[in-house]
Protein backbone atom coordinates (compact mmCIF):
# COMPACT_ATOMS: atom_id res chain seq x y z
CA UNK A 1 0.00 0.00 0.00
CA UNK A 2 3.12 2.42 0.90
CA UNK A 3 4.78 1.28 -1.93
CA UNK A 4 2.13 1.74 -4.48
CA UNK A 5 1.46 5.25 -2.55
CA UNK A 6 5.09 5.97 -3.05
CA UNK A 7 4.71 5.60 -6.81
CA UNK A 8 1.61 7.19 -7.73
CA UNK A 9 3.45 10.16 -5.93
CA UNK A 10 6.53 9.95 -7.92
CA UNK A 11 4.55 9.78 -10.54
CA UNK A 12 2.39 12.89 -10.36
CA UNK A 13 5.93 14.71 -9.56
CA UNK A 14 7.13 13.67 -12.99
CA UNK A 15 4.51 14.48 -14.68
CA UNK A 16 4.25 17.87 -12.48
CA UNK A 17 7.27 18.39 -14.03
CA UNK A 18 6.90 18.05 -17.61
CA UNK A 19 3.89 20.19 -17.62
CA UNK A 20 6.48 22.79 -16.06
CA UNK A 21 8.92 22.52 -18.82
CA UNK A 22 6.46 22.30 -21.60
CA UNK A 23 4.98 25.45 -20.90
CA UNK A 24 6.96 28.52 -21.64
CA UNK A 25 6.05 31.26 -19.70
CA UNK A 26 6.23 28.95 -16.11
CA UNK A 27 9.90 27.54 -17.71
CA UNK A 28 11.73 30.97 -18.93
CA UNK A 29 9.90 32.59 -15.71
CA UNK A 30 12.20 30.54 -13.28
CA UNK A 31 15.08 30.09 -15.41
CA UNK A 32 14.96 34.19 -15.39
CA UNK A 33 14.11 33.94 -11.94
CA UNK A 34 16.93 31.70 -10.84
CA UNK A 35 19.58 33.60 -12.69
CA UNK A 36 18.69 36.60 -10.34
CA UNK A 37 18.45 34.26 -6.81
CA UNK A 38 22.00 33.05 -7.96
CA UNK A 39 23.39 36.43 -8.69
CA UNK A 40 22.21 37.86 -5.59
CA UNK A 41 23.65 34.71 -3.69
CA UNK A 42 26.98 34.91 -5.80
CA UNK A 43 27.29 38.66 -5.06
CA UNK A 44 27.19 37.90 -1.58
CA UNK A 45 30.72 36.43 -0.90
CA UNK A 46 31.93 37.37 -4.56
CA UNK A 47 32.10 40.45 -7.04
CA UNK A 48 34.58 40.99 -9.56
CA UNK A 49 35.53 44.16 -7.94
CA UNK A 50 34.11 45.54 -4.35
CA UNK A 51 30.55 47.53 -5.30
CA UNK A 52 31.71 50.52 -3.05
CA UNK A 53 35.08 50.81 -3.88
CA UNK A 54 36.06 53.80 -5.65
CA UNK A 55 38.81 54.32 -8.27
CA UNK A 56 39.88 57.23 -9.42
CA UNK A 57 42.16 56.83 -12.04
CA UNK A 58 39.20 54.87 -13.97
CA UNK A 59 36.13 56.75 -14.25
CA UNK A 60 33.33 56.39 -16.43
CA UNK A 61 35.56 54.01 -18.47
CA UNK A 62 34.23 51.98 -21.18
CA UNK A 63 33.42 48.43 -21.72
CA UNK A 64 37.01 46.58 -20.92
CA UNK A 65 38.20 43.51 -20.80
CA UNK A 66 39.20 44.80 -17.00
CA UNK A 67 35.99 46.32 -16.68
CA UNK A 68 33.22 44.33 -18.26
CA UNK A 69 30.72 46.54 -18.19
CA UNK A 70 32.96 49.91 -17.72
CA UNK A 71 32.67 51.95 -14.77
CA UNK A 72 30.61 55.06 -12.99
CA UNK A 73 31.59 58.70 -12.49
CA UNK A 74 33.59 57.59 -9.18
CA UNK A 75 35.36 54.30 -11.34
CA UNK A 76 33.02 52.03 -9.50
CA UNK A 77 32.68 48.77 -11.21
CA UNK A 78 29.25 48.60 -12.97
CA UNK A 79 29.11 45.16 -12.87
CA UNK A 80 30.10 44.36 -9.24
CA UNK A 81 27.23 47.06 -8.52
CA UNK A 82 24.54 45.46 -10.57
CA UNK A 83 25.37 42.38 -8.92
CA UNK A 84 25.53 44.02 -5.41
CA UNK A 85 22.18 45.35 -6.50
CA UNK A 86 20.24 42.08 -7.17
CA UNK A 87 20.65 41.22 -3.09
CA UNK A 88 18.76 44.60 -2.67
CA UNK A 89 16.31 43.95 -4.81
CA UNK A 90 15.79 40.43 -3.38
CA UNK A 91 16.06 41.46 -0.04
CA UNK A 92 13.06 44.49 -0.27
CA UNK A 93 11.16 42.08 -2.86
CA UNK A 94 11.09 39.27 -0.82
CA UNK A 95 10.61 40.76 2.74
CA UNK A 96 7.77 43.03 1.61
CA UNK A 97 5.91 40.01 -0.17
CA UNK A 98 6.80 37.64 3.00
CA UNK A 99 5.57 40.65 5.03
CA UNK A 100 2.06 41.13 2.93
CA UNK A 101 1.37 37.33 3.07
CA UNK A 102 1.82 37.14 6.51
CA UNK A 103 -0.68 39.77 7.49
CA UNK A 104 -3.03 39.64 4.39
CA UNK A 105 -3.55 35.66 4.32
CA UNK A 106 -4.72 34.95 7.72
CA UNK A 107 -7.08 38.31 7.42
CA UNK A 108 -8.60 37.14 4.18
CA UNK A 109 -9.25 33.20 5.50
CA UNK A 110 -10.76 34.85 8.44
CA UNK A 111 -12.98 37.44 6.48
CA UNK A 112 -14.30 34.60 4.36
CA UNK A 113 -15.16 32.10 7.10
CA UNK A 114 -16.65 34.47 9.33
CA UNK A 115 -19.59 37.35 8.39
CA UNK A 116 -19.22 38.57 11.79
CA UNK A 117 -18.16 42.93 12.58
CA UNK A 118 -14.23 41.59 12.71
CA UNK A 119 -14.58 40.37 9.80
CA UNK A 120 -16.40 43.70 7.93
CA UNK A 121 -13.78 45.90 9.92
CA UNK A 122 -11.43 43.98 8.17
CA UNK A 123 -12.19 44.55 5.06
CA UNK A 124 -12.89 48.39 5.77
CA UNK A 125 -9.32 48.94 6.76
CA UNK A 126 -8.13 47.05 3.70
CA UNK A 127 -10.37 49.77 1.58
CA UNK A 128 -8.69 52.44 4.14
CA UNK A 129 -4.98 51.03 3.02
CA UNK A 130 -5.75 50.93 -0.55
CA UNK A 131 -5.94 54.12 -0.86
CA UNK A 132 -2.25 54.15 0.71
CA UNK A 133 0.07 53.22 -3.33
CA UNK A 134 3.53 51.90 -2.10
CA UNK A 135 4.54 55.25 -3.59
CA UNK A 136 2.56 57.16 -1.11
CA UNK A 137 3.27 55.33 1.68
CA UNK A 138 7.35 55.60 1.69
CA UNK A 139 6.90 59.03 1.20
CA UNK A 140 5.18 58.64 4.63
CA UNK A 141 7.57 56.58 6.06
CA UNK A 142 10.55 58.33 4.51
CA UNK A 143 9.22 61.88 6.18
CA UNK A 144 8.63 60.66 9.21
CA UNK A 145 11.33 58.27 10.17
CA UNK A 146 13.80 59.51 6.90
CA UNK A 147 14.85 56.87 3.76
CA UNK A 148 15.89 53.77 3.98
CA UNK A 149 15.79 50.44 2.74
CA UNK A 150 13.49 48.50 5.46
CA UNK A 151 11.16 51.51 5.11
CA UNK A 152 10.81 51.13 1.32
CA UNK A 153 10.12 46.98 2.83
CA UNK A 154 7.20 48.20 4.56
CA UNK A 155 5.87 50.75 2.72
CA UNK A 156 5.87 47.89 0.03
CA UNK A 157 4.11 45.42 2.45
CA UNK A 158 1.87 47.43 3.74
CA UNK A 159 0.61 48.77 0.58
CA UNK A 160 0.61 45.02 -0.59
CA UNK A 161 -1.51 43.69 2.23
CA UNK A 162 -5.18 44.81 1.19
CA UNK A 163 -4.13 42.82 -2.51
CA UNK A 164 -3.96 39.73 -0.73
CA UNK A 165 -6.38 40.08 1.97
CA UNK A 166 -8.79 40.15 -1.48
CA UNK A 167 -7.17 37.74 -3.37
CA UNK A 168 -7.30 35.56 -0.12
CA UNK A 169 -10.77 35.96 0.76
CA UNK A 170 -12.14 35.63 -3.25
CA UNK A 171 -10.11 32.24 -3.47
CA UNK A 172 -11.05 30.55 -0.22
CA UNK A 173 -14.73 31.94 -0.74
CA UNK A 174 -14.73 29.50 -3.62
CA UNK A 175 -12.81 26.62 -1.77
CA UNK A 176 -15.05 27.19 1.00
CA UNK A 177 -18.59 26.84 -0.83
CA UNK A 178 -17.63 23.71 -1.91
CA UNK A 179 -19.38 20.58 -1.10
CA UNK A 180 -16.44 18.38 0.09
CA UNK A 181 -15.80 20.96 2.97
CA UNK A 182 -19.56 21.14 3.84
CA UNK A 183 -19.65 17.69 4.01
CA UNK A 184 -16.20 17.94 6.16
CA UNK A 185 -17.79 20.72 8.30
CA UNK A 186 -21.17 18.06 8.71
CA UNK A 187 -18.23 15.32 9.68
CA UNK A 188 -17.43 17.45 12.58
CA UNK A 189 -14.10 18.86 11.57
CA UNK A 190 -12.35 21.89 13.27
CA UNK A 191 -12.00 25.36 11.46
CA UNK A 192 -8.36 24.72 11.37
CA UNK A 193 -8.20 21.69 10.08
CA UNK A 194 -10.39 22.57 7.40
CA UNK A 195 -8.38 25.48 6.89
CA UNK A 196 -4.76 23.44 6.93
CA UNK A 197 -6.06 20.48 4.63
CA UNK A 198 -8.93 21.96 2.31
CA UNK A 199 -8.23 25.66 2.03
CA UNK A 200 -4.71 26.36 2.20
CA UNK A 201 -3.85 23.68 -0.66
CA UNK A 202 -6.98 24.81 -2.64
CA UNK A 203 -5.80 28.07 -2.75
CA UNK A 204 -2.03 27.43 -2.87
CA UNK A 205 -1.52 28.37 -6.40
CA UNK A 206 -3.41 31.16 -6.27
CA UNK A 207 -1.08 32.38 -3.61
CA UNK A 208 1.98 31.84 -5.05
CA UNK A 209 1.00 33.42 -8.69
CA UNK A 210 0.19 36.34 -6.72
CA UNK A 211 3.16 36.58 -4.59
CA UNK A 212 5.36 36.18 -7.57
CA UNK A 213 3.41 38.80 -9.52
CA UNK A 214 3.42 41.41 -6.09
CA UNK A 215 7.55 40.34 -6.31
CA UNK A 216 7.70 41.89 -9.75
CA UNK A 217 5.77 45.06 -8.92
CA UNK A 218 7.36 45.48 -5.85
CA UNK A 219 10.81 45.52 -8.08
CA UNK A 220 8.77 48.50 -9.99
CA UNK A 221 8.30 50.08 -7.11
CA UNK A 222 11.86 49.82 -5.29
CA UNK A 223 13.52 51.33 -8.49
CA UNK A 224 11.32 54.19 -8.45
CA UNK A 225 11.82 54.85 -4.77
CA UNK A 226 15.23 54.62 -4.82
CA UNK A 227 15.48 56.51 -8.06
CA UNK A 228 13.84 59.03 -5.69
CA UNK A 229 16.18 59.02 -2.79
CA UNK A 230 13.07 57.71 -0.67
CA UNK A 231 14.89 53.93 -0.32
CA UNK A 232 18.25 52.83 -0.29
CA UNK A 233 20.40 55.85 -0.09
CA UNK A 234 24.27 56.11 -1.89
CA UNK A 235 26.72 54.50 -1.45
CA UNK A 236 25.03 51.37 -1.42
CA UNK A 237 23.82 50.38 -4.89
CA UNK A 238 20.47 49.45 -5.90
CA UNK A 239 19.01 49.41 -9.62
CA UNK A 240 17.16 52.72 -8.58
CA UNK A 241 19.96 54.83 -7.42
CA UNK A 242 21.99 53.43 -10.25
CA UNK A 243 19.91 54.95 -13.08
CA UNK A 244 19.64 58.00 -10.57
CA UNK A 245 23.53 58.50 -10.91
CA UNK A 246 23.36 57.62 -14.55
CA UNK A 247 20.99 60.30 -15.50
CA UNK A 248 23.38 62.86 -15.25
CA UNK A 249 25.84 60.97 -17.70
CA UNK A 250 22.82 60.74 -20.11
CA UNK A 251 24.59 62.36 -23.16
CA UNK A 252 27.93 61.21 -22.91
CA UNK A 253 27.81 57.71 -21.53
CA UNK A 254 24.46 56.41 -22.37
CA UNK A 255 25.31 53.14 -21.70
CA UNK A 256 25.76 53.30 -17.87
CA UNK A 257 21.75 54.06 -17.38
CA UNK A 258 21.48 51.23 -19.88
CA UNK A 259 22.52 48.04 -17.14
CA UNK A 260 20.37 48.18 -14.61
CA UNK A 261 17.58 49.30 -17.22
CA UNK A 262 18.10 46.03 -18.58
CA UNK A 263 18.34 44.70 -15.17
CA UNK A 264 15.21 45.75 -13.59
CA UNK A 265 13.37 44.54 -16.62
CA UNK A 266 14.71 41.38 -17.08
CA UNK A 267 14.07 40.84 -12.94
CA UNK A 268 10.21 42.53 -13.82
CA UNK A 269 10.02 39.88 -16.38
CA UNK A 270 11.06 37.12 -14.62
CA UNK A 271 8.77 37.48 -11.75
CA UNK A 272 5.95 38.12 -13.93
CA UNK A 273 5.98 35.20 -16.32
CA UNK A 274 6.36 32.97 -13.29
CA UNK A 275 3.28 34.54 -12.07
CA UNK A 276 1.54 33.84 -15.64
CA UNK A 277 3.37 30.05 -15.59
CA UNK A 278 1.73 29.30 -12.47
CA UNK A 279 -1.44 30.52 -13.34
CA UNK A 280 -1.48 28.67 -16.56
CA UNK A 281 -0.40 25.28 -14.68
CA UNK A 282 -2.99 25.60 -12.21
CA UNK A 283 -5.93 26.30 -14.94
CA UNK A 284 -4.51 23.07 -16.97
CA UNK A 285 -4.91 20.92 -13.91
CA UNK A 286 -8.56 22.11 -13.37
CA UNK A 287 -8.42 24.65 -10.87
CA UNK A 288 -6.68 22.69 -8.32
CA UNK B 1 -36.15 47.67 -5.10
CA UNK B 2 -37.11 50.65 -6.33
CA UNK B 3 -34.89 52.66 -4.33
CA UNK B 4 -32.19 50.73 -5.03
CA UNK B 5 -29.94 51.72 -7.43
CA UNK B 6 -29.97 55.06 -5.67
CA UNK B 7 -29.32 53.98 -1.89
CA UNK B 8 -26.65 52.14 -3.53
CA UNK B 9 -24.83 55.27 -4.89
CA UNK B 10 -25.37 56.88 -1.38
CA UNK B 11 -24.01 53.92 0.82
CA UNK B 12 -20.86 53.25 -1.63
CA UNK B 13 -20.30 57.68 -0.98
CA UNK B 14 -20.65 57.05 2.60
CA UNK B 15 -18.27 54.07 2.55
CA UNK B 16 -15.93 56.05 0.72
CA UNK B 17 -16.34 59.03 3.54
CA UNK B 18 -15.81 57.22 6.24
CA UNK B 19 -12.52 55.64 5.09
CA UNK B 20 -11.18 59.54 4.08
CA UNK B 21 -11.73 60.03 7.94
CA UNK B 22 -10.06 56.72 8.81
CA UNK B 23 -7.36 57.49 6.34
CA UNK B 24 -6.65 61.21 7.39
CA UNK B 25 -6.42 60.15 10.99
CA UNK B 26 -3.81 57.82 9.75
CA UNK B 27 -1.90 60.52 7.66
CA UNK B 28 -2.17 62.75 10.81
CA UNK B 29 -1.25 60.60 13.67
CA UNK B 30 1.61 58.92 11.68
CA UNK B 31 3.42 62.24 11.12
CA UNK B 32 2.52 63.58 14.43
CA UNK B 33 3.65 60.93 17.05
CA UNK B 34 7.54 61.99 16.33
CA UNK B 35 9.73 63.26 18.38
CA UNK B 36 10.63 66.73 17.72
CA UNK B 37 8.72 69.41 16.97
CA UNK B 38 7.87 71.00 13.60
CA UNK B 39 8.52 74.65 14.88
CA UNK B 40 12.39 73.23 15.51
CA UNK B 41 12.79 72.30 12.11
CA UNK B 42 11.58 75.46 10.53
CA UNK B 43 13.92 77.37 12.74
CA UNK B 44 16.66 75.48 12.53
CA UNK B 45 20.32 76.11 14.11
CA UNK B 46 19.47 79.59 15.04
CA UNK B 47 16.86 78.30 17.41
CA UNK B 48 16.45 79.28 21.20
CA UNK B 49 14.21 77.66 23.68
CA UNK B 50 12.08 80.92 23.49
CA UNK B 51 11.74 81.31 19.84
CA UNK B 52 10.64 77.88 19.50
CA UNK B 53 7.90 78.17 22.42
CA UNK B 54 6.90 81.52 20.44
CA UNK B 55 6.55 79.66 17.05
CA UNK B 56 4.91 76.32 18.63
CA UNK B 57 2.12 78.57 19.97
CA UNK B 58 1.86 80.88 16.74
CA UNK B 59 1.12 77.31 14.57
CA UNK B 60 -1.03 76.21 17.34
CA UNK B 61 0.74 73.02 18.08
CA UNK B 62 0.55 73.50 21.67
CA UNK B 63 -2.80 72.69 21.45
CA UNK B 64 -4.25 68.82 22.25
CA UNK B 65 -3.63 66.80 19.45
CA UNK B 66 -7.21 66.03 18.62
CA UNK B 67 -7.42 69.27 18.55
CA UNK B 68 -4.85 69.95 16.17
CA UNK B 69 -6.40 67.17 13.89
CA UNK B 70 -9.52 68.83 13.78
CA UNK B 71 -8.23 72.24 12.73
CA UNK B 72 -6.34 70.55 9.77
CA UNK B 73 -9.25 68.70 8.72
CA UNK B 74 -11.70 71.54 9.13
CA UNK B 75 -8.90 73.76 6.88
CA UNK B 76 -9.02 70.80 4.39
CA UNK B 77 -13.13 70.55 4.07
CA UNK B 78 -12.99 74.60 3.51
CA UNK B 79 -10.55 74.45 0.87
CA UNK B 80 -8.07 75.73 3.35
CA UNK B 81 -4.53 73.75 3.48
CA UNK B 82 -2.92 75.98 5.96
CA UNK B 83 0.54 77.72 5.17
CA UNK B 84 3.94 75.53 4.05
CA UNK B 85 6.25 75.71 7.44
CA UNK B 86 9.30 76.00 4.86
CA UNK B 87 7.95 78.42 2.34
CA UNK B 88 5.61 80.36 4.04
CA UNK B 89 3.09 80.24 0.91
CA UNK B 90 -0.23 78.80 0.51
CA UNK B 91 -0.20 75.31 0.23
CA UNK B 92 -4.03 75.56 -1.04
CA UNK B 93 -2.56 77.92 -4.19
CA UNK B 94 0.63 75.62 -4.59
CA UNK B 95 -0.94 72.91 -5.05
CA UNK B 96 -3.60 74.03 -7.23
CA UNK B 97 -0.85 75.18 -9.11
CA UNK B 98 0.93 71.93 -9.50
CA UNK B 99 -1.90 70.12 -10.65
CA UNK B 100 -2.35 71.90 -13.46
CA UNK B 101 0.60 70.22 -14.22
CA UNK B 102 0.01 66.44 -12.41
CA UNK B 103 -3.46 66.76 -14.28
CA UNK B 104 -2.97 67.41 -17.68
CA UNK B 105 -0.27 64.88 -17.91
CA UNK B 106 -2.17 62.04 -16.15
CA UNK B 107 -4.79 63.04 -18.80
CA UNK B 108 -2.06 62.82 -21.93
CA UNK B 109 -0.69 59.41 -20.16
CA UNK B 110 -3.94 57.85 -20.71
CA UNK B 111 -4.68 58.99 -24.15
CA UNK B 112 -1.74 57.57 -25.35
CA UNK B 113 -2.16 54.32 -23.07
CA UNK B 114 -5.80 53.98 -25.27
CA UNK B 115 -3.84 54.59 -28.07
CA UNK B 116 -1.32 51.95 -27.77
CA UNK B 117 -3.78 49.42 -25.58
CA UNK B 118 -6.15 49.20 -28.02
CA UNK B 119 -5.13 48.46 -31.52
CA UNK B 120 -2.68 46.25 -29.69
CA UNK B 121 -5.29 44.89 -27.58
CA UNK B 122 -7.65 43.84 -30.26
CA UNK B 123 -5.21 42.59 -32.80
CA UNK B 124 -3.72 39.79 -29.75
CA UNK B 125 -6.99 39.02 -29.66
CA UNK B 126 -7.96 38.29 -33.53
CA UNK B 127 -4.63 36.89 -34.48
CA UNK B 128 -4.28 34.32 -31.52
CA UNK B 129 -1.78 30.99 -32.28
CA UNK B 130 -1.16 32.77 -35.65
CA UNK B 131 2.87 35.06 -35.68
CA UNK B 132 1.20 38.51 -35.31
CA UNK B 133 -0.48 37.26 -32.23
CA UNK B 134 2.75 35.92 -30.03
CA UNK B 135 4.41 39.48 -31.49
CA UNK B 136 1.89 41.38 -30.03
CA UNK B 137 1.68 39.18 -26.87
CA UNK B 138 5.48 39.13 -26.59
CA UNK B 139 5.59 43.13 -26.33
CA UNK B 140 2.87 43.85 -24.23
CA UNK B 141 4.45 41.06 -22.15
CA UNK B 142 7.65 43.22 -22.16
CA UNK B 143 5.85 46.68 -21.92
CA UNK B 144 4.65 45.83 -18.63
CA UNK B 145 7.62 45.03 -17.42
CA UNK B 146 9.70 48.54 -18.37
CA UNK B 147 9.27 50.94 -15.02
CA UNK B 148 8.18 54.38 -16.07
CA UNK B 149 11.73 55.29 -14.62
CA UNK B 150 13.65 53.50 -17.38
CA UNK B 151 11.35 54.40 -19.70
CA UNK B 152 11.56 58.12 -19.02
CA UNK B 153 15.20 57.99 -19.21
CA UNK B 154 15.19 55.81 -22.23
CA UNK B 155 13.04 57.98 -23.95
CA UNK B 156 15.19 60.89 -23.04
CA UNK B 157 18.03 59.43 -24.62
CA UNK B 158 15.86 58.97 -27.99
CA UNK B 159 14.61 61.61 -28.65
CA UNK B 160 15.76 64.51 -26.62
CA UNK B 161 19.51 64.15 -26.19
CA UNK B 162 20.01 62.49 -29.92
CA UNK B 163 17.39 63.87 -32.07
CA UNK B 164 16.76 67.15 -30.21
CA UNK B 165 12.78 66.59 -30.67
CA UNK B 166 11.62 67.40 -27.03
CA UNK B 167 13.00 69.27 -24.18
CA UNK B 168 14.12 66.66 -21.67
CA UNK B 169 13.09 68.66 -18.51
CA UNK B 170 11.94 71.52 -17.39
CA UNK B 171 8.29 73.11 -17.52
CA UNK B 172 7.60 76.90 -19.05
CA UNK B 173 4.13 77.13 -17.73
CA UNK B 174 0.76 77.15 -19.28
CA UNK B 175 1.22 81.26 -20.67
CA UNK B 176 3.03 79.03 -23.27
CA UNK B 177 0.47 76.33 -24.11
CA UNK B 178 1.96 75.05 -27.26
CA UNK B 179 5.97 74.87 -25.06
CA UNK B 180 4.13 73.34 -22.14
CA UNK B 181 2.40 70.65 -24.03
CA UNK B 182 5.84 69.87 -25.83
CA UNK B 183 7.26 69.65 -22.59
CA UNK B 184 4.74 66.84 -21.38
CA UNK B 185 4.92 64.58 -24.54
CA UNK B 186 7.86 62.94 -23.17
CA UNK B 187 6.91 62.40 -19.84
CA UNK B 188 3.25 61.08 -20.67
CA UNK B 189 4.75 58.51 -23.05
CA UNK B 190 6.77 57.47 -20.05
CA UNK B 191 3.66 56.64 -18.34
CA UNK B 192 1.42 56.06 -21.16
CA UNK B 193 3.67 53.07 -22.56
CA UNK B 194 3.30 51.02 -19.88
CA UNK B 195 -0.27 51.50 -19.23
CA UNK B 196 -0.69 50.43 -22.93
CA UNK B 197 1.04 47.34 -22.20
CA UNK B 198 -1.14 46.57 -19.17
CA UNK B 199 -4.31 47.86 -21.03
CA UNK B 200 -3.65 45.81 -24.54
CA UNK B 201 -3.78 42.51 -22.01
CA UNK B 202 -6.53 42.90 -20.48
CA UNK B 203 -8.32 43.73 -23.64
CA UNK B 204 -6.63 41.07 -25.44
CA UNK B 205 -8.13 38.60 -22.61
CA UNK B 206 -12.06 40.13 -22.42
CA UNK B 207 -12.22 40.18 -26.19
CA UNK B 208 -10.97 36.78 -26.38
CA UNK B 209 -13.60 35.16 -23.65
CA UNK B 210 -15.99 36.81 -26.20
CA UNK B 211 -15.00 35.45 -28.91
CA UNK B 212 -15.57 31.84 -27.76
CA UNK B 213 -19.04 32.68 -26.60
CA UNK B 214 -21.87 31.21 -27.43
CA UNK B 215 -24.04 34.56 -28.54
CA UNK B 216 -21.14 35.37 -31.01
CA UNK B 217 -21.27 31.57 -32.39
CA UNK B 218 -24.58 32.56 -32.82
CA UNK B 219 -23.96 35.80 -34.51
CA UNK B 220 -21.31 34.08 -36.71
CA UNK B 221 -23.61 31.44 -37.79
CA UNK B 222 -26.29 33.94 -39.01
CA UNK B 223 -23.40 34.50 -41.52
CA UNK B 224 -21.51 38.04 -39.87
CA UNK B 225 -17.68 37.57 -40.00
CA UNK B 226 -15.82 37.59 -37.04
CA UNK B 227 -14.50 40.72 -37.06
CA UNK B 228 -18.29 41.94 -37.59
CA UNK B 229 -20.18 39.95 -34.86
CA UNK B 230 -17.46 41.25 -32.63
CA UNK B 231 -17.91 44.60 -33.56
CA UNK B 232 -21.84 44.55 -33.46
CA UNK B 233 -22.13 42.24 -30.19
CA UNK B 234 -18.95 41.93 -28.40
CA UNK B 235 -17.09 44.88 -27.84
CA UNK B 236 -19.52 46.31 -25.65
CA UNK B 237 -19.56 43.52 -23.52
CA UNK B 238 -15.71 43.38 -23.69
CA UNK B 239 -15.89 46.97 -22.86
CA UNK B 240 -16.96 46.35 -18.80
CA UNK B 241 -13.40 45.21 -17.50
CA UNK B 242 -11.66 47.36 -19.52
CA UNK B 243 -13.43 50.21 -18.21
CA UNK B 244 -13.28 48.33 -14.65
CA UNK B 245 -9.01 48.62 -15.38
CA UNK B 246 -9.12 51.99 -17.40
CA UNK B 247 -10.34 53.23 -13.77
CA UNK B 248 -7.77 51.44 -11.77
CA UNK B 249 -5.40 52.54 -14.14
CA UNK B 250 -5.72 56.34 -13.39
CA UNK B 251 -4.95 55.33 -10.04
CA UNK B 252 -1.52 53.97 -10.86
CA UNK B 253 -0.96 56.59 -13.39
CA UNK B 254 -1.57 59.24 -10.85
CA UNK B 255 1.13 57.38 -8.37
CA UNK B 256 3.41 56.62 -11.38
CA UNK B 257 3.40 61.10 -12.12
CA UNK B 258 5.04 61.28 -8.88
CA UNK B 259 8.13 59.08 -10.39
CA UNK B 260 8.10 60.47 -14.06
CA UNK B 261 7.77 64.41 -12.77
CA UNK B 262 10.76 64.15 -10.70
CA UNK B 263 12.45 62.62 -13.90
CA UNK B 264 11.58 65.53 -15.80
CA UNK B 265 11.47 68.27 -13.48
CA UNK B 266 7.98 68.94 -14.04
CA UNK B 267 6.96 71.23 -11.52
CA UNK B 268 3.67 68.50 -10.20
CA UNK B 269 1.76 67.41 -7.52
CA UNK B 270 4.96 64.21 -7.23
CA UNK B 271 7.65 66.60 -7.65
CA UNK B 272 5.97 69.05 -4.89
CA UNK B 273 5.56 65.83 -2.30
CA UNK B 274 8.94 64.62 -2.83
CA UNK B 275 10.73 68.30 -2.10
CA UNK B 276 8.15 68.43 1.30
CA UNK B 277 9.29 64.89 2.36
CA UNK B 278 13.22 66.24 1.75
CA UNK B 279 12.73 69.41 3.52
CA UNK B 280 10.63 67.92 6.27
CA UNK B 281 8.05 70.13 5.42
CA UNK B 282 5.57 67.87 7.12
CA UNK B 283 2.38 69.72 6.17
CA UNK B 284 2.82 69.85 3.05
CA UNK B 285 3.60 65.83 3.29
CA UNK B 286 -0.28 65.46 4.91
CA UNK B 287 -1.64 67.71 2.80
CA UNK B 288 -0.48 65.89 -0.83
CA UNK B 289 -1.11 62.31 1.00
CA UNK B 290 -4.73 63.12 1.97
CA UNK B 291 -4.95 64.98 -2.21
CA UNK B 292 -3.50 61.82 -3.28
CA UNK B 293 -5.36 59.27 -0.99
CA UNK B 294 -9.40 60.98 -2.24
CA UNK B 295 -8.09 60.65 -5.82
CA UNK B 296 -7.57 56.81 -5.84
CA UNK B 297 -10.50 56.41 -3.00
CA UNK B 298 -13.23 58.45 -5.06
CA UNK B 299 -11.80 56.68 -8.92
CA UNK B 300 -11.49 53.27 -7.06
CA UNK B 301 -15.40 54.18 -5.75
CA UNK B 302 -16.24 55.34 -9.48
CA UNK B 303 -14.98 52.41 -10.69
CA UNK B 304 -17.51 50.04 -8.42
CA UNK B 305 -20.21 52.27 -9.12
CA UNK B 306 -19.70 52.24 -12.91
CA UNK B 307 -19.57 48.70 -13.20
CA UNK B 308 -23.11 48.55 -11.72
CA UNK B 309 -24.01 50.47 -14.26
CA UNK B 310 -22.27 48.80 -17.47
CA UNK B 311 -23.26 45.71 -16.58
CA UNK B 312 -27.14 45.21 -16.54
CA UNK B 313 -26.92 41.32 -15.12
CA UNK B 314 -25.45 43.54 -11.91
CA UNK B 315 -27.79 46.26 -11.57
CA UNK B 316 -30.64 46.07 -8.57
CA UNK B 317 -28.06 43.89 -7.05
CA UNK B 318 -25.58 44.60 -4.24
Given at each position: MTLLAGKVDEAQRRSAFRRWRANPSALLGTVIVGVIALTALVSLVWTPYGPLAIDTNHTLSAMSASHWLGTDEYGRDTLSRLMASCKITMYVGGLSVLFATAIGLPLGIWSAWNK?????????????????????????????FGASTNT????IGIAYIPVFVRVTRSAALVILNAEYVLAALAYGRR??????????????????????????????????????????????????????????????DALLCLWPSLAIVLCVLGFSLLSEGVSELRDERGGR | MSKGRGWFVVRRLGVVLSSLVAASMLVFVFLNVLPGSPAEVILGTQSTPASVAALTI??????PIW?????????????????????????????????????????????????????????????????????????????????????GILLTVGLSIKLHLFPS???????????????????????????????????RAAVMEQLRSDYLRTARSKGLRRSQAL???????????????????????????????NIFALPGVGMMLLNAVNNRDLIVVQDIAMVVVTAVLLINTLVDLSYQWLDPRLRGRR
Open positions: GWVSQLILRAADVLYGFPALLAASLFAAAVVLAPFAIVRKHVLPGIGSIIVAQMSLLFSIAVLAESGLDYLGLGTAPPNSSWGTMLQSAQNYLSS | QLGLNKRQYLDWMGGLVNGNFGVSYISGQSIGHEIHQALLVTGPLVLLAMLIGLVIGVPLGLTGALYKGRWLGSVVGGLSQIGIAIPSVVASGFPGWQDPWGSLRALVLPAFALGVVEGAILARYIRRHGLRVAAIPVVTVLGLEIASLIVGAIVVE
